[in-house]
C-alpha cells in the first residue's frame, strides 16, 4: 500500500464515525423542525380560536326530526346577522338624518371610502350612510355627475368645488339611475 493510500484509509477511518454522528444530528435536527411546524399550527390554531371566531353553531333537530340552524345565521361566522344588524342601524340612521319635509327618491347598496354603505338620493341632497361613515352632498354643491365603468365596477363620481366623491359597487341600470336624479336638481340642469 502506497503512503496516500494509507492516509486516505486513515482519513476514511477517522471520518466514519463523524459522518454517522452527523447524519444522526441531522435526522434529530429534521425531527425537530417538523415538530417545531407543528406546534406553530396548532398555535397559529389556538390563537384564531381565542381571538373569538365562532365555530358554527351545530344543527339540531326539530320535533319533526329535521335538522335546522340556529337564529338563521349562515356561514361559520354569524355573518348574515351581523349584516342584519348594521342594515337596521344605517336605516334608523337614516330616519334621523333625513328631515321630515324631504323626499327620499331613490336608494342602493354602495361603497365609498372602504365602507359598505346605503347611498340615497332625496330632493335636496345626496346621502351615503354606512355604520362608520357619514356623508351628505347637497345638490346645489355637485357641479358634475359621472357614471364610470360597466357592471359590478360602475362608479358614481360626484364633483364639488371642494373635490370628487366616489361610489363603487352598484349596478349599471341603477347607477345611472342615481345619476339621472342628482343630475336633475344640480343647478347646472336648472
Given amino acids: 500500500m502506497s503512503p496516500s493510500e494509507s492516509k486516505r484509509n486513515a482519513v476514511e477511518a477517522a471520518a466514519r464515525p463523524l459522518r454517522v454522528r452527523q447524519r444522526a444530528e441531522s435526522s434529530q435536527l429534521a425531527a425537530a423542525e417538523s415538530a417545531l411546524r407543528r406546534a406553530d399550527r396548532e398555535h397559529d390554531r389556538a390563537l384564531r380560536k381565542a381571538r373569538g ?3 358554527a353553531p351545530r344543527p339540531r333537530r326539530s320535533e319533526a326530526g329535521e335538522l335546522e340552524r340556529e337564529s338563521g345565521q349562515t356561514g361559520a361566522d354569524g355573518s348574515r346577522t351581523r349584516a342584519i344588524m348594521d342594515t337596521r342601524t344605517v336605516l334608523g340612521e337614516l330616519g334621523d338624518l333625513v328631515e321630515e319635509s324631504e323626499e327620499v327618491l331613490d336608494m342602493a347598496a354602495g361603497i365609498n371610502a372602504g365602507h359598505d354603505g346605503v347611498i340615497v338620493v332625496t330632493d335636496r341632497r345626496l346621502v351615503f350612510i354606512a355604520p362608520r ?7 346645489d354643491k355637485v357641479t358634475s355627475v359621472e357614471v364610470k365603468g360597466r357592471r359590478l365596477g360602475t362608479r358614481i363620481v360626484v364633483s364639488l368645488p371642494e373635490g370628487r366623491t366616489t361610489f363603487s359597487g352598484i349596478r349599471q341600470r341603477h347607477a ?15
Fill in 53 to 55: 371566531r365562532p365555530l
Fill in 176 to 190: 345611472n339611475d342615481l345619476a339621472e336624479l342628482v343630475r336633475e336638481r344640480t343647478p347646472a340642469a336648472g
Fill in 133 to 139: 361613515r357619514k356623508l351628505s352632498l347637497r345638490h
